[in-house]
């Protein structure tokens, strides 16, 4: 990580500052662990079901590279400033062209992420935890989020692709990117770009609870292609993404 950009985020106001200058920060694992527990020192307390669930997951049948290499969930909920996050009626996942210009332009419908996991205390205090932040950043907002579920899986024969699109916006206002776990996995570098697509900064999720946290007005991003290390056993890249999108900045246009 570039010294223009690295500086030290020991809590969520100077966190919001950093975002707020560059358009994007990196949070260690560590510092998200010790955030998520002063607010609720229960709130890791099924972690191991929240790792587990990304395996078994199906293809991302949508895939219009004909890449085999992807799985993923998806679920939609919505808040307010403070208060419960509510879990919404499944619905599909769409993106313009504009944002996606390999995928999108269709309704795409994926398997719901498990209400029981949405509801864990994992995912709540995830979402709890950047609702807070975004919503210090954008006081009026009331929020539309998404979550997805992704596996990035590799082999000899095929790299994988975490972003297949290239540089991109999610057409959303902030982007999560949260790592899960590296399984024998080389590279998936992310990378931040400006609106031009000139390179500010990069950097690799490495470890689990490690977050890159993205201003999509302001920012583009991109991820690396993983590559297998040890051709004899499975290579794959889990993260957990979430969008938020300002629903009252959408209803005025």
Not at 24 to 48: H, I, K, M, T, Y
Not at 58 to 69: N, R, V
Not at 224 to 245: G, H, K, P
Request: aromatic share 8%; hydrophobic share 35%.
């Amino acid at each position: 990580m570039s010294e223009k950009y690295l500086m030290q985020v020991n809590d969520t106001v100077s966190l919001c500052e950093q975002i707020t200058a560059n358009g994007f920060s990196f949070v260690p694992g560590q510092q998200v662990r010790e955030w998520l527990l002063a607010s609720n020192p229960g709130a890791l307390s099924d972690w191991g079901v929240f790792d587990a669930s990304w395996d078994g997951m199906p293809l991302d049948e949508y895939m219009a590279d004909g890449g085999s290499y992807r799985r993923r969930r998806f679920a939609t909920l919505s808040a307010e400033k403070t208060g419960p996050i509510m879990l919404e009626p499944h619905q599909p996942h769409y993106q313009s062209r504009e944002y996606n210009s390999l995928n999108g332009g269709i309704a795409r419908i994926y398997e719901p992420i498990p209400a029981s996991l949405v509801q864990g205390p994992t995912m709540q205090g995830v979402l709890h935890l950047c609702r807070d932040l975004f919503s210090r950043l954008r006081p009026d907002a009331r929020w539309h989020i998404e979550a997805h579920q992704f596996r990035i899986e590799a082999s000899q024969q095929a790299h994988g692709k975490p972003a297949p699109e290239g540089v991109h916006r999610d057409g959303v206002d902030y982007v999560l990117v949260m790592m899960v776990k590296r399984v024998n996995i080389s590279s998936g570098t992310t990378t931040l770009h400006n609106l031009n697509k000139v390179v500010l900064d990069s950097f690799t999720l490495t470890n689990p609870l490690d977050w890159a946290l993205v201003d999509d007005k302001r920012c583009m991003h991109g991820v690396t292609q993983v590559e297998q290390i040890d051709s004899t056993q499975a290579a794959y890249r889990d993260v957990l993404v979430v969008t938020f999108t300002d629903k009252t900045s959408v209803a005025m246009g």
